[in-house]
């Protein structure tokens, strides 16, 4: 288990506050922001993946609960005919480092400005602000977005265009709360439902037919 380093500095803050509130105050002032510290470090955890080498597997983009799997007449990207998409529900207690679900390169990246609305709204992926990146190998393309949320109001990215990404390779993360989203061909079999608790990286969610 390790800590992205973002979660150095929010740990940092709330560690500060204490100390100054412990030590002017009193020791039971310390206590919310000590927990918040110690929460910060829960939050930006990143453990390690076994992530799968077989290249026809999809694996998922995030940690969280599949909300649903939607059919979609196209993508702009994927160009596709018939597509699927299967967004993933980050709570504030899953980790929310996201991973590529593919190897391959990016050649498209997009960020739209938006709502806050709650993640686990259905129109969410159309309203509120995301990030998009198209990854392409020599077998598929995919589409994966990072949705911001009612308390995500931080969407990071660590990638950019023409950047090659390994399957399960950090690429960004969303704070607190958040939505992910992945849009497949219809050469790929979507092997999760609606319900479905997966872990980023290492969660099959496809696999190429």
């Not at 002017?24 to 929460?39: E, G, R």
């Amino acid at each position: 288990m390790s800590i992205i380093k973002e979660g150095f500095y929010f740990a940092g803050v709330a560690l500060l506050i204490a100390l100054f509130l412990g030590v002017l105050i009193s020791p039971y002032a310390a206590i919310l922001p000590a927990v918040l510290a110690c929460y910060c470090i829960y939050f930006f955890r990143n453990p390690e993946r076994k992530i799968p080498a077989d290249e026809n597997l999809i694996v998922s983009p995030a940690d969280g609960t599949v909300q649903d799997v939607v059919e979609l007449d196209g993508d702009d990207f994927v160009k596709s005919p018939c597509c699927r998409k299967v967004i993933i529900f980050l709570s504030v207690f899953d980790v929310h480092v996201n991973r590529s679900p593919i190897a391959g390169e990016i050649k498209i990246q997009k960020y739209i400005c938006g709502r806050f609305r709650p993640a686990y709204k259905d129109s969410v992926g159309f309203e509120n602000e995301r990030h998009l990146i198209g990854i392409e190998n020599d077998k598929l393309r995919v589409t994966v977005t990072q949705v911001a949320g009612i308390l995500a109001r931080r969407i990071v990215s660590w990638v950019t265009l023409d950047d090659k990404l390994e399957k399960g390779e950090l690429y960004g993360l969303i704070r607190f709360g958040s939505c992910t989203e992945i849009v497949v061909p219809d050469n790929v079999e979507v092997l999760v439902k609606k319900g479905d608790k997966v872990h980023g990286g290492e969660s099959i969610i496809g696999k190429i037919k």
